[in-house]
């Protein structure tokens, strides 16, 4: 670790933390209810060689996940199926599961929520969303990437990311992302407070298919040769909405409901199977509003 330390050179970061790979598009909104104080931590700035870097790192140390950070909590939308009993059963790699992260509601139904996913290459990439689930457009959205590595002969390695975190191997995969978290709450929470949404991320789930009279389900819609399909989300009472056009991904399954906590609006959160790379699949939530009032 000497030897790395000596490659390191160190820069307060104050209060302003390096963004990286991101693509912001932002909508009006209103004022939100304030939330605890954001948390701010100083990193170091590697500089670049012929191998590795340039890079922020960040180690596992630095954080004291209290305050905001402390109440995100993984919404559970999926469940790995029970391993094969037996050695005849044919092998299966497990799916690679996306995350989701809910982050609150504005009185006008617009729903926040963070995806916490690994790309091919490893890398951790979080994306943070506003949707107005009552009218189902997208305000706002930006993605941040992570290296997240446990052996420090890594850091000598090429990263995909611009920002790295030395971790302890430990960790849940919440509490992971509780390091992104607090990397760019700075970021984050600004855009929520325009929007007018409460930071709350506790969430009233429900795993089921149905919302009172209105009931739900998924169908293809489109199916070609060349491995094309579309899928659609149906009610028997709303209108349909085409939740998937894309190529591979199998058909999605409906996981549960969100309901808001100010009115009648709900989210629909559905979960579907793609390939992710050689062998392994990715389990992603996709997630379409409507107004019932």
């Keep these: 670790m000497n030897s790395i330390l000596k490659l390191l050179v160190p820069i307060l970061c104050g209060l302003t933390l390096m ?29 670049a060689s012929e191998n590795y870097g340039p890079y922020m790192l960040f180690k596992a140390s630095d954080f004291n996940p209290m305050g905001n950070a402390s109440k995100l909590k993984k919404l559970a939308y999926y469940a790995a199926p029970a391993r094969p009993e037996t050695d005849n059963e044919e092998v299966r790699m497990e799916d690679v599961v996306a995350s989701l992260f809910p982050l609150g509601w504005s009185e006008a139904g617009r729903f926040a929520y963070a995806t916490y996913a690994t790309d091919y290459s490893g890398t951790k990439m979080v994306n943070y969303m506003i949707k107005d689930m009552a009218k189902g457009d997208t305000l706002w959205t930006q ?13 000598y390695s090429e990263l995909e990311a611009d920002t790295v975190i030395l971790i302890n191997g430990t960790e849940t995969e919440e509490e992971l992302f509780r390091y992104a978290w607090i990397l760019h709450e700075k ?19 429900r795993k089921q298919s149905n919302y009172g009279a209105n009931i739900f389900e998924v169908e293809q819609t489109v199916k070609s040769e060349d491995f094309f399909a579309e899928y659609t989300l149906k009610s028997n009472k709303l209108a349909p909405k085409v939740i998937y056009s894309d190529y591979f991904g199998e058909q999605p399954e409906i996981a549960g409901m969100i309901k808001s906590p100010f009115n009648e609006t709900i989210v629909v959160v559905c979960r579907q199977r793609r390939p992710l790379f050689e062998m392994e699949n990715e389990v992603v939530p996709l997630l379409e509003g409507y107004s019932l009032d």
């Design 143 to 155: 993605y941040f990437s992570y290296a997240m590595v446990e052996d420090t002969a890594d850091l």
């Design 19 to 47: 963004a990286c790979n991101n693509h912001a598009t932002t909508g009006d909104g209103q004022k939100a209810l304030s939330t605890e104080a954001i948390t701010a931590i100083a990193g170091v700035a590697v500089a």
């Design 187 to 205: 970021t984050v929470l600004p855009e929520l407070e325009k929007a007018g949404i409460r930071f709350d991320p506790a969430m009233d789930f």
